[in-house]
């Protein structure tokens, strides 16, 4: 069983900054791509960002490309998504997710490429 919690959410003000963390426990997932999603409310969860099991390979969203990094530390079993520049739209519950193998194909941007989840962190922008 994989575990993802994430962490770092919060209430900022808009064109600030916020980091949230994914760790990841029980079966390692150090070889697995993860990803970014997030849901505000009344709308369908949404691609954020995603990351191969090396870090090799980045895939953003438009809308937060230039403005958010994804980035993980295999040591620690943990992905980050470093955000800047918020804007109030945003605001959303933030979750991380397990993807596809090493060598195995993965379609970065489909919510169901991905087999476990976090339970969400939540992330306000002010304006």
């Known amino acids: 069983q994989v575990q993802l919690v994430e962490s770092g959410g919060g209430l900022v003000q808009a064109g600030g900054s916020l980091r949230l963390s994914c760790a990841a426990s029980?079966?390692?997932?150090?070889?697995?791509?993860m990803g970014w999603f997030r849901q505000a409310p009344g709308k369908e969860r949404e691609f954020v960002a995603g990351?191969?099991?090396?870090?090799?390979?980045?895939y953003y969203a438009d809308s937060v490309k230039g403005r958010f990094i994804i980035s993980r530390d295999n040591v620690k079993n943990t992905v980050y998504l470093q955000m800047n520049i918020l804007k109030s739209e945003d605001t959303a519950v933030y979750y991380c997710?397990?993807?596809?193998?090493?060598?195995?194909?993965?379609?970065?941007?489909?919510?169901?490429?991905?087999?476990?989840w976090g339970q969400g962190t939540q992330v306000t922008v002010s304006s």
């Open positions: 990351i191969n099991w090396n870090g090799g390979n980045r």
């Open positions: 029980g079966r390692t997932s150090s070889n697995y791509a």
């Open positions: 997710a397990r993807g596809a193998q090493y060598g195995s194909s993965w379609s970065p941007r489909r919510a169901d490429e991905y087999d476990y």
